[in-house]
């Protein structure tokens, strides 16, 4: 950083032999994530009815943040506002690890992933420098994601914006800022206004089962390739249309979906599908809810 970034190694050194502590609480954290549960699971967590109606109110509050977010990125205020409720319950739960902590221990004592967290800690002393914070002070999640909208360090620096003009991206306290960065994120990644997400599917024989991608894969069969396999959909669809077909443990049987380009720019932004799901499901009940 000293070469790339011109920082002095007295402050790299103070920051990191000083301030930042090595967590073994962070460790564990890591190695069992929420992600790693079912989905019926997941979703008790997320999509409750305390979690929809604080999202009411949150969405009441900010309405007009987020009609402007919607008007000029082309995010839909429930989807926002969604993103925001599962990430720290609409700005209630933001992380009780120094970020300095987290990066600090995954980047230099967590070998799978220590390249990507030794270019997080990277990030954040830059972003902490352009933005006029002391990086030993900000608190997050275990992976040292931040702020209202929980971001990352190089998507704080990439993706955040302005959007209350006040001259500094602030996640932390602005919510103006959160919610226009979240937005910006997706349009960032390729949302597409007006266009689905998912929908609920059924599947008759066996042939489908030959359809279901690994991994977090931009859908790569359509509607035509779904149907002819033995998937059946609630509504009509355009047989070209980019479709993938997604799977997820229910309490008592599977659940079977149908996913659109949306649904992958939402695990962009956490990749996991079942993040994606619950993102979606959460939406959807604070939007019908706020009718």
């Avoid at 460790?27 to 079912?38: G, H, K, N, S």
């Avoid at 909208?149 to 602005?174: E, M």
């Avoid at 959909?233 to 049987?253: T, Y």
Wanted: charge should be negative.
């Amino acid at each position: 950083m000293q070469k790339r970034h011109g920082m002095e190694s007295s402050q790299i050194e103070a920051l990191l032999l000083k301030d930042a502590e090595y967590r073994q609480d962070i460790i564990d954290a890591i190695t069992r994530p929420a992600e790693a549960l079912p989905w019926h699971r997941y979703r008790e967590i997320f999509v409750t009815q305390e979690r929809i109606e604080k999202g009411v109110d949150f969405y009441q509050t900010h309405q007009d943040i987020l009609s402007r977010a919607q008007a000029e990125f082309g995010v839909p205020p429930e989807i926002i506002t969604a993103v925001i409720g599962v990430e720290t319950f609409y700005g209630r739960y933001r992380g009780r690890y120094r970020v300095i902590d987290a990066l600090r221990t995954l980047g230099f004592s967590y070998p799978s992933r220590q390249d990507f967290f030794q270019r997080e800690l990277e990030a954040f002393l830059l972003l902490s420098a352009e933005e006029g914070f002391n990086p030993a002070e900000p608190k997050g999640s275990y992976a040292g994601a931040m702020g209202v909208s929980q971001f990352i360090s190089s998507s704080y620096r990439a993706y955040a914006v302005d959007f209350s003009k006040s001259g500094q991206r602030d996640l932390f306290s602005d919510m103006a800022d959160a919610i226009g960065s979240v937005a910006n994120y997706f349009a960032e990644h390729r949302w597409q206004a007006g266009e689905s997400v998912a929908l609920p599917a059924r599947v008759e024989g066996d042939a489908w089962q030959t359809l279901l991608m690994p991994g977090l894969q931009k859908p790569q069969h359509t509607v035509a390739d779904l149907r002819g396999a033995g998937v059946i959909f609630d509504k009509m669809l355009a047989d070209e249309l980019a479709v993938r077909l997604l799977e997820l443990e229910g309490e008592s049987k599977s659940e079977y979906w149908v996913t659109f380009e949306n649904f992958y720019t939402i695990t962009r932004y956490n990749h996991s599908p079942l993040y994606a799901m619950a993102v979606f499901q959460l939406a959807e009940a604070i939007k019908e809810a706020s009718q």
